[in-house]
């Protein structure tokens, strides 16, 4: 089973997530992918930009042999909506 998730969501509510998917449906395996370096996946490479413009913001994540550099993470207002 494969899970998307945002990068900036919360290591405890992926825990409990696992948890509950192991516990209560009795998943055997479950694989945690952020949602940033998708689209760098579905093209076959593991380095590039990431520019995610969404609805009240955009954000922009360089990736490096499939790490994000988090340090490098920035936001920016400009989005689809004003």
């Known amino acids: 089973m494969f899970y998307v998730e945002n990068l900036m969501t919360p ?15 009795n998943v055997k395996k479950v694989y945690f992918m952020m949602a940033n370096s998708m689209p760098l996946y579905c093209t076959g ?21 499939g790490f994000p550099l988090t340090k490098a993470l920035k936001f920016t207002k400009a989005a689809g909506y004003q």
């Open 11 to 25: 290591r405890i509510l992926t825990e409990t997530l696992a948890e509950i998917l192991y516990k209560s449906f």
């Open 45 to 65: 490479l593991y380095s590039g930009l990431v520019i995610d413009c969404g609805f009240y913001e955009t954000q922009i994540l360089p990736i490096y042999e």
